[in-house]
């Protein structure tokens, strides 16, 4: 079997997470399988001289676009937090369009999907980026479908992930493909990292909407839940508290939100909870009872359906408590 080359798009103002992240993974998987089956890496870009990543660190790729016109195993464009708000790039749009659908597999890591975008790839497919820029993703390029909680999606050739780490995730996703399970996950274990993370962004994004001004009737009710998750709500009480009909606060949050009252509440305490069982130890129990969730399986559920993970589950992702103080780091 012949190497894999993998060709990763960057530029200025690259994250340089989505390329080191990828980068490290396939070097991983290389002390795993045979010379001759491994990977072999190159940086690509509009030219030669060092571009700037974010964190302002230089990378210098190994070929300009003119000099990579050649097909690739697999090209991916790496991600930016300047990408979803900048203008088409003529030179990798054109390289994109010539060399990268050539590839057996090509995509992106987090933004990266919007060069993607432009260069007409994401048309009647299904892709992912970072959660912050799903939204503006779908918008600008109706003809493909936005998944906006996945960590990463195959679609036929097309393979794209959620934001920053998580072309880690679609990196062993790849290494998986090509060596198999047993050393995407020696790959995992060497990094640190998990071989296959369990539910989807959400798990990392704020669940809430944004608050309305608390003057107006709809502020009002929002900033009441808010502050009384555990209390009982019915649409009555909440138009109660707004001091209008109950039609009226039904279609203020539809039309202004985009949600049912139902949606915003179970998010207030669903956010709730998330940070108590991020920062305590009381119990599942006294969680739900605290967040007013009826009951533990009752949060359950809303766990599952929302975040795709079980309280249990994100307490022990994302805990921040140290147990053995031994580990604590002197400041």
Not at 44 to 50: N, S
Not at 116 to 143: E, I, N
Request: aromatic share 6%.
């Amino acid at each position: 079997m012949a190497k894999r080359d993998i060709a990763l798009i960057i530029h200025d103002g690259v994250q340089a997470l989505d390329v080191a992240g990828p980068l490290d993974v396939f070097s991983a998987a290389n002390m795993f399988v045979a010379a001759t089956d491994g990977y072999d890496c190159l940086l690509i870009a509009g030219g030669k001289l060092p571009v700037r990543s974010s964190n302002g660190m230089l990378l210098t790729a190994h070929l300009s676009f003119e000099e990579a016109c050649r097909p690739f195993h697999t090209v991916l464009v790496a991600g930016g937090p300047a990408l979803p708000d900048a203008a088409a790039d003529d030179a990798t749009s054109e390289w994109l369009r010539r060399w990268g659908i050539q590839a057996e597999r090509y995509g992106s890591i987090c933004t990266g999907a919007f060069a993607l975008g432009h260069a007409g790839l994401l048309d009647g497919r299904t892709a992912a980026t970072h959660w912050q820029s799903a939204g503006k993703l779908a918008a600008m390029f109706p003809a493909a479908r936005v998944e906006h909680d996945r960590i990463y999606i195959r679609d036929d050739r097309l393979v794209t992930s959620a934001g920053v780490t998580a072309g880690i995730d679609l990196a062993l996703a790849l290494v998986g493909e090509d060596h198999g399970a047993a050393v995407s996950l020696a790959c995992a274990k060497g990094l640190l990292v998990v071989a296959q993370r369990q539910g989807g962004q959400s798990q990392f994004s704020p669940l809430l909407l944004p608050v309305s001004d608390p003057v107006t009737p709809l502020g009002k009710v929002q900033a009441y839940v808010l502050a009384h998750p555990s209390e009982p709500f019915s649409v009555e009480r909440l138009a109660a508290i707004a001091g209008t009909s109950e039609r009226s606060i039904a279609r203020m949050f539809v039309s202004e939100l985009g949600v049912t009252p139902h949606d915003f509440i179970e998010g207030v305490r669903l956010d709730q909870a998330r940070n108590l069982l991020e920062s305590t130890d009381i119990s599942l129990k006294s969680v739900a009872f605290n967040c007013g969730f009826a009951t533990p399986e009752r949060m359950r559920g809303a766990f599952q359906r929302r975040l795709g993970v079980s309280p249990l589950q994100y307490r022990e992702s994302f805990r921040a408590t140290i147990q053995d103080p031994s580990q604590a780091i002197a400041t």
